[in-house]
Structure formats: structure tokens, C-alpha cells
């Protein structure tokens, strides 16, 4: 069982920074895809980006490519998600999820292949 743990939600002004972490625990030997959502009221759940342990290849929606970096500290088991420019369009609660295994291209940002999921944290830009 892994269990995951985010932190970092904050509210911010248009154009300002946070970097999310996520720390795992629990988690065996192997490769993981672990991914970042998002999910703003009354809409549902987005992928935003992901990242293969097994050779630090990394996935980005389209609306955040180019803004936010994904990345993996093995040494500390913590998932980061950097935010760069963000504006009002980025408010979200927003989740870390983790799948053991190999990453499928095709649905590494979409929820159904996660097993997963942490609780979440709050991210809410003003303009």
C-alpha cells in the first residue's frame, strides 16, 4: 500500500510561483508512474503532468507545458510539482497519484490508471 502525502497549496497573485510535494511512503521496489492532477469546482479531474521513475521521462497537458516542472527526489521518496505564471485558470485542488510499473504514453495523465491517490492540496490564484 502507498500512501501519499501533498503539501505546498497556497493563494497567489497572476503570475506568481508554488512548488507542490507529494511524499510517499510505502512504496516497494520497482518503477512508478507518478502523475499530478487537478480539479477546479463543479469540473472534473485533470491530468497535468507526470513523471516514469524508471528513467525520469516526464508528460505535460498542453495547458501547463512550458509553466510547470515535474520531478522526483528518490532520496527523499517526494513528488514535485513547480508552478511558474500561474493565473486564475490554475485554481484547483490538486492531487498526486502514484501507479506501479511501466508508463503507458497513451494514459499517463488520465485518473483511471493510478491506483493511488493522495489527499489533495489547495491552490488558488487571484488576479
Known amino acids: 500500500q502507498v500512501h501519499l502525502v501533498e503539501s505546498g497549496g497556497d493563494s497567489v497573485q497572476t503570475g506568481g510561483s508554488l512548488r507542490l510535494s507529494c511524499v510517499l511512503s510505502?512504496?516497494?521496489?520497482?518503477?512508478?508512474?507518478l502523475g499530478w492532477f487537478r480539479q477546479a469546482p463543479g469540473q472534473g479531474r485533470e491530468g497535468v503532468a507526470a513523471?516514469?521513475?524508471?528513467?525520469?521521462?516526464?508528460y505535460y497537458a498542453d495547458s501547463v507545458r512550458g509553466r510547470f516542472i515535474v520531478s522526483y527526489d528518490s532520496a527523499k521518496n517526494t513528488l514535485y510539482l513547480q508552478m511558474n505564471s500561474l493565473g486564475p485558470e490554475d485554481s484547483a485542488m490538486y492531487y498526486c497519484a502514484a501507479n506501479p510499473g511501466a508508463a503507458n504514453e497513451d494514459k499517463v495523465l488520465l485518473e483511471d490508471d493510478y491506483l493511488y491517490w493522495g489527499q489533495g492540496t489547495r491552490v488558488a490564484v487571484s488576479s
Open positions: 513523471i516514469y521513475t524508471g528513467g525520469r521521462i516526464t
Open positions: 510505502g512504496r516497494g521496489y520497482g518503477s512508478y508512474v
